[in-house]
């Protein structure tokens, strides 16, 4: 069973920048497919990024690449979410997630997907 904590969500001012961690635990990192998912107050959860094993290749929501970088350490089985620029929009709960499979590309973006998933981690983006 995989286990993910998130980490990192906190009130930042419009135009700020956050990190978020995610930590896996219960697989070995490597095999892992990982992605940020997010939900703000009042609207269904959407596909934030994600990122194929070992690399081999990233997706992004709609408007978010430019602004969001997902990226990855297997040596410390760790998930980030470098997000800058940040508005108000932005707001919402970001959940890690994570499948034992490899994807496509074209299936990243979607929550079904993935079979685990963390608590997630409240961002709010206000002055």
């Known amino acids: 069973q995989v286990q993910l904590l998130e980490s990192g969500g906190e009130l930042v001012q419009p135009g700020g920048s956050l990190r978020l961690s995610c930590v896996a635990s219960?697989?070995?990192?490597?095999?892992?497919?990982m992605a940020w998912f997010r939900q703000p107050p009042g609207k269904s959860r959407e596909f934030v990024a994600a990122?194929?094993?070992?690399?081999?290749?990233?997706a992004y929501g709609d408007s978010l690449k430019g602004r969001f970088t997902i990226s990855r350490s297997d040596a410390k089985n760790t998930l980030y979410l470098q997000m800058n620029s940040l508005k108000p929009e932005d707001t919402a709960v970001y959940y890690c997630a994570a499948t034992t499979r490899g994807l496509i590309t074209s299936s990243l973006a979607g929550a079904q997907q993935y079979e685990h998933w963390g608590q997630g981690t409240q961002v709010t983006v206000s002055s």
């Open positions: 219960g697989r070995a990192f490597s095999t892992l497919t």
């Open positions: 990122i194929k094993r070992q690399n081999f290749g990233t």
